[in-house]
């Protein structure tokens, strides 16, 4: 069979427009599979990109919950301790509530059940003769020592002579001073004298009831009583060693003692405000004491 030249160029044609179609359809498709391979590259990133934003933001909000426990961690112990803080102030509370009811009961108590058993332990003293005497008061601490106020003997120190509530007469010798405290102590020969012990200053508290026992004005063995006002009070030289009491004290209380319900020494009374009433100042015990032991040692 014989096949005309027409109809094989028309042939070879046909072929080429098939050839020049798929090559373009193929031309098409790798296109449209390179912008969809960038279409997921793109996606991809996005992708990463949110990855990595929600990762920082859990991150944050990680160390914002850290932070926040954290914070509320130290609220608590705030809290814990502003908890602790006011139980105790509770409990202190409690025991000063406990502390004034028993200076309630204390206060109620009569004096007159312990001055006789006191009121020998305490002298009249007399420094000097004449115009140049010197009138005060002294407590013995011990059977033949006694302390004053040295202001009491300063003028006359060779010239001392005490009387007791039973109206003897003893000579007495000035063995030792602190002054600048205001603290003597005499000595008084072959002596047996009853005598008072100091209080320790830890047992006294603010609002006890107490007696001054002495010769103010010259009225031999006065007892007036009042309360102690505060334990710590500075006085003119400086030194932050007296109580405040509003038991009066007067010319002639000077050396002697304030005693507790317990019979006990609290302090040693040495100066009053000018024209003021009940306001009276003393020589704490714990201060006495070391200054009496200091001159027996010295002595």
Not at 118 to 138: F, M, P, R, Y
């Amino acid at each position: 069979m014989k096949i005309s030249k027409t109809f094989l160029n028309m042939a070879i044609f046909a072929v080429m427009i098939i050839l020049i179609f798929q090559g373009y359809l193929f031309y098409n498709l790798n296109n449209e599979v390179k912008s969809l391979d960038d279409s997921l590259s793109s996606l991809d990133n996005k992708i990463e990109f949110q990855r990595k934003n929600i990762e920082n933001e859990i991150s944050d909000l990680r160390n914002e919950s850290a932070n926040a426990i954290k914070g509320l961690g130290g609220n608590i112990n705030a809290l814990m301790k502003e908890s602790e803080e006011s139980k105790k102030a509770i409990e202190e509370l409690s025991e000063g509530l406990e502390e004034l009811e028993n200076v309630q009961i204390k206060a109620s108590k009569d004096f007159s059940s312990i001055i006789s058993d006191v009121i020998d332990s305490v002298v009249l003293i007399q420094a000097g003769k004449g115009s140049q005497t010197s009138i005060g008061s002294g407590v013995f601490v011990s059977p033949e020592y006694l302390v004053t106020n040295y202001h009491v003997v300063e003028e006359n120190p060779d010239d001392l002579l005490i009387g007791t509530v039973g109206n003897k007469v003893f000579r007495a010798q000035l063995i030792g001073y602190e002054p600048e405290i205001d603290i003597a102590v005499l000595h008084v020969a072959d002596g047996n004298f009853p005598f008072l012990e100091f209080e320790d200053i830890n047992n006294v508290k603010i609002g006890e009831s107490v007696i001054a026992v002495g010769s103010p004005l010259g009225l031999s063995f006065s007892v007036t009583q009042g309360i102690i006002s505060s334990k710590s009070r500075t006085g003119p030289n400086g030194l932050n060693i007296y109580l405040q009491t509003d038991t009066p004290i007067n010319f002639g209380n000077s050396g002697g003692p304030l005693i507790n319900l317990n019979k006990k020494i609290v302090a040693i009374n040495t100066w009053k405000i000018a024209n003021v009433e009940s306001l009276g100042f003393a020589i704490r015990s714990d201060i006495a004491k070391d200054v009496y032991e200091q001159i027996i040692e010295q002595a």
